[in-house]
């Protein structure tokens, strides 16, 4: 397996861009699907937020200055697409954030590739509750292990209110487990 600087390396030659671009898309594929499937749920709608990703990253690879980590970098355009993505589908339909989360919730007892047990359906359906910041700081810390001086870079938040985000989000979560019982 390739490293990242090696990838980078070939990215920056036009006689190996296009092979080291597969192999960059192979590598990190399903971990950033995983990440922008549970920011927009859908599994149609993460595989349209992955491949906007990606071109995006074809587009502008020859400005990463390398100040982060390539999967950093890639992890931020993730992030940012999928919540470009939400806000525009919001705008389009209209819609509260309440309805938005009834129409998750409906959703993901229907949809084919959920096959959590009652547990972790309850979680779910507790995490689509929050508001869209505190999901996705929870989401980051909980299911990516992402430190928050990494997040710091990918969102563009201080560590102390990623922090506070993560600790809301817990609190409701915990809160929303207990009147489910």
């Not at 192999?23 to 990440?35: A, D, I, P, Q, T």
């Not at 359906?125 to 001086?149: E, G, T």
């Not at 997040?151 to 609190?171: D, N, Q, W």
């Given at each position: ?5 090696q990838?980078?390396?070939e990215l920056k ?5 296009q ?8 590598l ?5 699907y995983w990440?922008?499937?549970k920011?927009?749920?859908s599994?149609e709608?993460?595989d ?5 990703t990606?071109v995006k990253?074809?587009r502008?690879?020859d400005?990463?200055r390398?100040e982060s ?6 992890y931020r355009i993730?992030?940012n ?7 525009q589908?919001?705008?389009?339909a209209f819609?509260?954030s309440e ?7 409906e959703?993901l007892?229907?949809?084919?590739y959920?096959?959590?047990d009652d547990i972790q359906y309850r979680l ?6 929050l508001?869209?910041?505190?999901r996705?700081v929870?989401?980051m810390r909980y299911y ?8 710091e ?7 102390g209110?990623l ?19």
């Amino acid at each position: 397996m390739k490293s990242d600087q090696q990838i980078l390396a070939e990215l920056k030659n036009e006689s190996t861009k296009q092979a080291a671009f597969r192999s960059l898309v192979s590598l990190y594929k399903e971990r950033l699907y995983w990440h922008v499937r549970k920011i927009v749920l859908s599994h149609e709608d993460a595989d349209d937020v992955l491949q906007n990703t990606f071109v995006k990253v074809w587009r502008n690879i020859d400005g990463f200055r390398e100040e982060s980590g390539l999967f950093t970098w890639l992890y931020r355009i993730a992030t940012n697409e999928s919540l470009t993505f939400l806000s525009q589908k919001k705008k389009r339909a209209f819609v509260t954030s309440e309805e938005t989360n009834d129409y998750i919730i409906e959703n993901l007892q229907t949809d084919p590739y959920f096959d959590g047990d009652d547990i972790q359906y309850r979680l779910q359906k507790a995490i689509a509750r929050l508001p869209d910041k505190q999901r996705l700081v929870f989401n980051m810390r909980y299911y990516d292990d992402i430190k928050y001086q990494d997040m710091e870079k990918i969102l563009e938040t201080s560590a102390g209110a990623l922090k506070a985000s993560y600790h809301h989000a817990v609190k409701k979560i915990e809160e929303y487990l207990k009147s489910e019982e």
